[in-house]
């Protein structure tokens, strides 16, 4: 820093940002050139006798040049007023001539870290909150930049707290900081709390989210979930769970993201994870207030998620039954009316009307008990008990094959829930091997977690065994998984036999490969819908909807063609995949577009000429 003051408009000979180098860096070049464009007049020729008027696309590459040199350093601080600069006024010929147009897309404004250079930019890009002449690129890029600043300054805020924390380490002291953060700020003393504890997570065990929410990478609703779930684990473990998220925390969903961070944490401390959700456990609750319309509410916590999922599934059950009754309403009014009645014994299926008057009073009005009188189940009759107790009936649980065989500790996964911690896993497996209806996949992953072959399991012929060895000993315990033969599905991992606990009968399993970069088109349909398998391994691929902020999951979702079936599209994994309702018509929208790739990366573009990509699923490894 100069250790003078410098005037506030320097003129042209006493401003050294301005003079000129030489020889010059580009982007001292531009620097010089938007300076000399904003006079009137040239420069006299006599005055800068080597100077070479620049063609058309030497400017280009000039401008292209200081913008990675902007991104290098993050902010300039010279006060160099050139392209992408905050207060510039340059426009791009044959690009855009908005004030907003260093936000168009790849452009330095749209890529600048969160910084009070791009809050300035940000702001000067629109007057009084007027975007006239501002492209929806453009509007996006400038939407985006207040994100990332609004997660810069939460940043700074954090570290101003955590610093305040560090000045006042005596017990007797730290127990008031909350008070003067709480007094300050106007919040509460738990908020306050909650304050200091994300800043001082963030400050010694999560440096790769500190800066991620500083560059405004992750919001910070994201950088809270992230130091949330990483609370009970020690530096070094802390920062080995943030390294499994970090590449892709800023494009996760809030939930996509608790999914992904909870895994880490099983993974990086396993024993840890266990432990915190068997403490969580004792303190199982049923919690109820008034909502603030005036109904009230009722929730469970710290329940015990293969019940929980039973639960679910018979909320699903009845409320079925209710709107095949005819009771109106749509699904979750039927959902909620069900987990009433289930708590409650009652049955809301509306009467039927009589004619006999057997039975009523003669005027059509059935006189029978309400849970009986619309025939059927009741809540508590055998439908109901057709789902096993404190198991669901129908749900998929994903289970490393070292975990469920007791050879390592890595997290599972369990539809409608999330992950699972690995003791929790390999009871949930116990308990479906005991069940003879269950039925088994098995799932080769690459190094990233990414689906590239699948088998289902079938008993073994008689036959087979004797030609394919003895295998394991009879009735052995645990799970095993051994090789049945080198042949296989052609491009697959060949088959193999998996023995379950109990001692039943062994599977075969061949495993096809899933790779659609040439694709053989072995699974492809004749016709418009999918065959089962293809269905079944789309929804390997993809276990959700593949839009990028979507979560259904893809077993509720369509076999959408991404080239539409009438245009020659044809029904096969290499074009098509799930896709929820919605996203099924936004996809079909004339000013929407989806690509899917030959590795099955779905790139969806929006109006604004934006594009964003899905990758497929990341199952535990």
Known sequence: MSPEPVPADPGWDDDPAWSRPDPMTPEQREAWLDRVCEHDEPPEPEEYEDYEPLTPEELAEVRHAAADDLLAVKAATTGRRGPGQPGSARTFPGESSSPAAGFGPGMPMDVLPG??????????????????????????????????????????????????????????DAEFTADQVAYALGESRARADELLGTAGHLDTHLPGTKAALRDGIVSLGKARLIAGATGLLDPDEARAAEDEVLDRAGRLTPGGLRAEIARAVMKAAPEKAKERRETAAKFARVER????????????????????LAVDQRICWWAGELRQAGLEGGMDELRARAYLDLLLNKDSRPRRESTTGAGGDGAGHDDSSSSSNAGGPSPAGPGAAAIPAGFAGRVTLTVPLGTAAGLADRPGEL????????????????????????????????????????????????????????GPPPGGDGFSFTSASPDGPPGGYGTWRLRTPGGGRDLIVAIDTLDTQDCDHRFES?????????????????????????????????????????????????????????????????????????????????PAGRTYDTERTRYPI
């Open 115 to 172: 910084c009070a250079q791009l809050a300035v930019a940000a702001d000067a890009a629109a007057e009084d909150d007027r975007f006239d002449g501002i492209s929806e690129a453009e509007l996006i890029g400038v939407m985006c930049a207040w994100d990332r600043i609004e997660a810069h300054a939460a940043a700074r805020k954090l570290a101003v707290v955590a610093e305040l924390a560090r000045r006042n380490p005596k017990p007797e």
């Open 289 to 308: 207030w008034a909502e603030d319309s005036g109904n009230a509410a009722l929730m469970g916590r710290e329940l015990p998620p293969d019940e929980v």
């Open 415 to 470: 539809s409608g829930h999330g992950p699972v911690d690995p003791w929790l896993a390999r009871d949930l497996t116990a308990t479906a091997a005991a069940n003879p209806k269950t039925t088994w996949c098995v799932t080769v992953t690459d190094e990233h977690g990414h689906a590239v072959g699948h088998g289902c399991a079938r008993p073994e012929p008689r036959s087979r065994r004797t030609r394919a060895g003895p």
């Open 526 to 606: 004749r016709g418009h819908d999918p065959g089962v398998r293809l269905r079944h391994l789309s929804q390997i691929r993809h276990a959700t909807c593949t839009s990028p902020i979507c979560r259904r999951p893809a077993a509720q979702a369509d076999f959408e063609h991404n080239i539409p079936y009438e245009a020659g599209g044809k029904t096969c994994l290499c074009n098509g995949g799930p896709k929820c309702r919605h996203d099924h018509r936004l996809k079909q929208h004339p000013k929407w577009t989806v690509d899917q790739l030959p590795d099955g990366t779905f790139r969806w573009t929006t």
